[in-house]
Structures are given as C-alpha cells and as structure tokens.
C-alpha cells in the first residue's frame, strides 16, 4: 500500500471512529462544535471570548452565538475579569462540568467495549498508534 493509501485509510478510519465517539453524548440537545467548546473550557479552563475563538478556529461572532447558546443552558458563565474589567471570562458551571464529564465516561465506557473484543497485542497497537497520531495531530 502506498503512502497516499495509508493516509486515506487513515483518515477514513479516524473520521469513522470519531462520529461513532461524538454520537456517545450525556445530553443530544448539545451540538459537537457546542460540546468542543465545553471540553475546551475542561481542559484549558476560563477563556475571554477571542481566546475561546482563536483556540477553536472561529470568528469571534460565531463564538458569541456558541457561548450565548450554552450560557442560556446553563453550561458556562461569563464573569468580569478581576484585573481587568474591560474583559469577561467564560467558563463552565457545576452543570456544565457534569455535562463533559458524563459525556466522556460514556465516551471511554463505549470505546472500552469496542477494546475487549480486541486482543492484547491489537490493544498494544492501537494504544502505539494513538502515540503516533498524536504527534500528528500537534504538527
């Protein structure tokens, strides 16, 4: 197989297996890019809204809508920033929180499922290739 083939296989697969994760969700109201922007805030914690934008690639506007939706839901807060009042951070609420949480337990709780069909040495290999496609994804 040449490499053009393996990366389209690759990319297929991986594309494959994502949907199947994203369609694992604590709650069906909340759209993906809506549930990025949650996991962000996990992640990297409270962000002004052009921070959020820029780490999530979109305009600004575009962002506004997005936190908009998930403030009115609940999920996050804006606050003033403490040093300057100019800004306004965004973070997660306790319902936000427990909004990623669940829906990452059931994430890894069906993608545990899909592994114990698996043997010990696929389990390796993947777990060898998640390595590699990791530093893919940071180039």
């Known amino acids: 197989m040449t490499i053009p083939q393996q990366s389209s296989l690759l990319r297929m697969s991986t594309f494959r297996l994502a949907r199947r994760l994203r369609a694992q969700k604590s709650d069906d109201s909340v759209s ?3 549930f990025a ?3 962000t805030l996990s992640i990297h914690g409270a962000h002004t809204l052009s921070a959020l934008a820029e780490r999530e690639r979109v305009s600004a506007p575009s962002m506004n809508r997005t ?3 998930l403030e009115e839901a609940g999920f996050l807060a804006r606050t003033e920033d403490a040093v ?7 973070s997660l609420t306790a319902s936000g929180i427990e909004l ?14 899909r592994m114990r069909d698996l043997t010990a040495d696929e389990r390796d290999l993947l777990a060898r290739a998640a390595e590699l496609m990791g530093r893919l994804a940071t180039q």
């Open 32 to 34: 993906d890019a809506q």
């Open 37 to 39: 922007v949650l996991a």
């Open 67 to 69: 936190v908009n939706c």
């Open 84 to 90: 300057d009042r100019r800004k306004t951070n965004i």
């Open 100 to 113: 990623v949480e669940a829906t990452v337990s059931k994430r890894d709780a069906w993608l545990t499922e």
